[in-house]
DNA sequence: TCAAGAATACTAAACGGTTAGTATGTTACC
DNA sequence: GGTAACATACTAACCGTTTAGTATTCTTGA
């Protein structure tokens, strides 16, 4: 049964400032953003905010419901019919992609650091989304370490939080300098790391890391 | 010449309410942070605050130089008369105290994301630090290539972009979720594969990594 | 030495602006 | 006619900053 013309309006009205709000609370976070501002920028007054949301928290946790979905089937998407090997380097060039061209980069790790101290539920939200993502990766891993991809004798879950750290910092780091910070290089090396640490030792003379000539010694 | 005693109490005030402000900048942001709140927990007025400062971004400013200085100060003393194979471990070990036991820990993370599009001056403080602690590790590393500890085809500038983005992303996880995130195990590992492949290949082999049994396959 | 004036470190209150939220009114669509 | 989707006008609270004043200490000139 489709909904009522009307009811469809206010649907799209309601999703259209969720987005607007996405915008905003990346940029200037939860507490620097003021509901007047997200009117403006949708055109229309404050008033229309309160009817769709009861009130500024109620936006906020839809903003924080939309990305995390939005993150999670972007991970899912990546790692479809692959093998555990394909699926790490297919997760980090998603993080890349999302980073450098994707909409709302930001708001997940603007959010998140905001949240610490200040909201339990958008850090509940929040920290779930995380460890379901360490969780996904460990598990990654522990495929590939069930298939002889990897070597047995690392914590599945430590080096999936490793992994996290990394793409969670050098995003940090490129949003921050983005001209001096380069993202997928950075995020590159370190899956690099990880492949050639992961390789079980039979295999590890094999993984002949191709690096450009930049690693060579050079004067400051 | 000793500063007058009255002269002498103002700048011990100056710095106590400074101090005051990084703790309160660490937990609830700049823009969370009131003035009034500062003052109250100073047990002062919000008046003598700006007797001392000329207004709240004069405060933040001071706050940001104090951190900046402290964490350079800690990292330089971590790497005094020591090679860098050890060097870049020792870093990694201060920033884990830090993290773990330091004060204000989370002020530089939280005003860094925080100033970023809201705050230029903040943002070009904290950029600078961070720039000069990339260039610092990635010197620390063309040494120990320089010395034939580490190898020679890594750009040392994309291996110390790696190094500060895991330290940098271990510690909001763990500021996140301090339950589930082992941070001195996340930076551990993250430090062991990165000088596992920054081994020259003569000596990849004597790298034996010491991990526990934890990484024996668990099924999930 | 002493007193007057200056300097320092504050306090209490006021000011002007911003903000989240609420109550009521309006309009176009069903 | 009823109602969803708004707009407008308003309130109370918060916020950064300023102002007028106070207490105490320091300095300087007589």
Redesign the pocket.
Known sequence: MLP????????R??LELTKIAIDCFSRFGYRG?????I?RAA??????I???F????DLLLAAVSDRVKAFENRVQAACEDIDPSRALRSVAEVCVKNACWGDHPRFTIRLMVEAIDTNDRVSEQLRGMMRRFRAFMRNLIRSGQRQGLFRHDIDAETAAASFTSSVLGAEIQFYQDPERLRLEETIGLYVDQLMNYLAPPARAEEENPSQDSKGAVIDD
């Open positions: 009522q013309a009307r009811v469809a309006k206010g649907q009205s309601r953003t003021s509901i007047e501002r009117a055109g229309v007054t404050k008033g229309a309160y009817y769709h009861r009130d500024k928290e």
